[in-house]
């Protein structure tokens, strides 16, 4: 995908470099003496901007965004720094608020954020070790437990919308793949979500937005689909998507059997929770294929990014049913 795909999700025209140069005004961080787009994600603008001090990341917030979906997004990551979750850190600019408004720009709005040194394992090319997997677990866990219930977004991506998203894409799907999502679906239907126990779920820890730094620690990025769900949707997506690895052979019941001993040395779940995190995570490695499908016949981002999740989508769903 190119540089230009990125700048189209922006309410702008013009070019990059005016901006970049009022982002660093507004922030009074010195003079840019190189930036770069981040060429991943599917919602947002993030161009890495240099200074002879620092390096910072701009999220530049996509056109689809109105105003009250950037100050829900926002106004979450405070909470999450404030709870003591590895985030980078915002920064205010000299109006002293975190969410500029270029309004020479025609009003691209946008965060600044410190840049952490380290790379996401999606960028790794290989899941977390053991350790990692532990310091994973201690992050998702403060998620967790943060005392937050924000307004609902919706999110296509989200598990609970597997059916919705199957019906999206199911014209463009060959007959054995749709076969595949129906036996998904068939058990995903017999989970009673309103029944298990519910929390404020990140939504996305996936291999691009779990990011091991340089300096030991791991960062969560990307909160912008987090809402309340049930607890283990943030379980199901860690196995499905982060600790999923092409080059062994662990299936999914195997993947949760290696991670649940762990979580619940520090919170334990229900009897029904470990009934159905299996079901939940299935429907996890589901929306990664439905998912990347949407993105590269109905969205048309046929993007390397994309091939990987639908590559990882499909290949999950064939390990499981042995096809």
Same mark, same amino acid.
Request: aromatic share 12%; with cysteine; proline share 4%.
């Given at each position: 995908?190119?540089?230009?795909?990125?700048i189209?999700r922006?309410?702008?025209?013009?070019?990059?470099a005016?901006?970049?140069?009022?982002f660093?005004?507004?922030?009074?961080i010195g003079?840019?003496?190189?930036?770069?787009?981040?060429?991943?994600?599917?919602?947002d603008c993030?161009?890495?901007?240099?200074?002879?001090?620092?390096?910072?990341?701009?999220?530049?917030f996509?056109?689809?965004r109105?105003?009250?979906?950037?100050?829900?997004?926002?106004s979450?990551?405070?909470?999450?720094i404030?709870?003591?979750?590895?985030?980078?850190p915002l920064?205010?600019?000299?109006?002293?608020?975190?969410?500029?408004?270029?309004?020479?720009?025609?009003g691209?709005s946008?965060?600044?954020?410190k840049?952490?040194?380290?790379?996401s394992?999606?960028?790794?090319?290989?899941?977390?070790? =053991?350790?990692?997997?532990?310091? %994973?677990? &201690?992050q *998702?866990?403060k @998620?967790? #437990? !943060?005392?937050?219930?924000?307004?609902?977004l919706?999110?296509?991506?989200?598990?609970?919308n597997v059916?919705?998203?199957?019906?999206?894409?199911?014209?463009?799907?060959p007959?054995?793949?749709?076969?595949?999502?129906?036996?998904?679906?068939?058990?995903y239907?017999?989970?009673?979500?309103t029944?298990?126990?519910?929390?404020?779920?990140?939504?996305?820890?996936?291999?691009?937005?779990?990011?091991?730094?340089?300096?030991?620690?791991?960062?969560i990025?990307?909160?912008?689909? =987090?809402?309340?769900?049930?607890? %283990?949707? &943030?379980? *199901?997506?860690? @196995?499905a #998507? !982060?600790?999923?690895?092409?080059?062994?052979?662990?299936?999914?019941?195997?993947?949760?059997?290696?991670?649940?001993?762990?979580?619940?040395?520090l919170?334990?779940?229900?009897?029904?929770?470990n009934?159905?995190?299996?079901?939940?995570?299935?429907?996890?490695?589901?929306?990664e294929?439905?998912?990347?499908?949407?993105e590269?016949?109905?969205?048309?981002?046929?993007?390397?990014?994309t091939?990987?999740?639908?590559?990882?989508?499909?290949?999950g769903?064939?390990?499981?049913?042995?096809?």
């Amino acid at each position: 995908m190119g540089q230009e795909n990125f700048i189209n999700r922006l309410n702008y025209s013009g070019d990059l470099a005016t901006l970049v140069d009022d982002f660093c005004i507004a922030y009074n961080i010195g003079t840019a003496t190189n930036f770069s787009i981040i060429e991943t994600g599917y919602e947002d603008c993030n161009i890495i901007i240099e200074t002879q001090a620092e390096k910072y990341v701009a999220k530049i917030f996509s056109k689809a965004r109105d105003e009250n979906v950037i100050a829900r997004y926002v106004s979450i990551m405070e909470k999450v720094i404030t709870a003591g979750i590895n985030h980078p850190p915002l920064i205010r600019n000299t109006e002293g608020n975190f969410i500029y408004t270029d309004k020479r720009s025609g009003g691209v709005s946008l965060i600044l954020m410190k840049f952490i040194e380290g790379k996401s394992f999606f960028e790794l090319s290989r899941v977390p070790d =053991a350790t990692e997997k532990k310091l %994973i677990i &201690e992050q *998702a866990l403060k @998620i967790s #437990n !943060l005392n937050l219930k924000p307004s609902f977004l919706f999110d296509s991506w989200a598990i609970p919308n597997v059916v919705s998203i199957f019906e999206r894409v199911k014209p463009f799907l060959p007959i054995e793949d749709s076969k595949l999502i129906e036996r998904v679906i068939l058990e995903y239907k017999q989970i009673p979500i309103t029944s298990l126990p519910h929390c404020f779920v990140h939504g996305d820890l996936t291999k691009a937005n779990v990011m091991k730094g340089t300096d030991g620690k791991i960062y969560i990025l990307d909160f912008s689909v =987090a809402n309340w769900y049930p607890r %283990i949707q &943030e379980i *199901a997506v860690i @196995i499905a #998507n !982060l600790l999923y690895n092409e080059k062994d052979s662990l299936n999914l019941s195997e993947r949760i059997t290696s991670f649940l001993p762990d979580y619940g040395k520090l919170n334990s779940l229900t009897e029904e929770e470990n009934k159905y995190i299996y079901p939940y995570a299935l429907a996890g490695v589901a929306m990664e294929f439905l998912g990347a499908n949407q993105e590269k016949y109905i969205n048309g981002n046929n993007s390397d990014e994309t091939e990987f999740w639908l590559k990882l989508g499909r290949n999950g769903l064939k390990r499981e049913f042995h096809n």
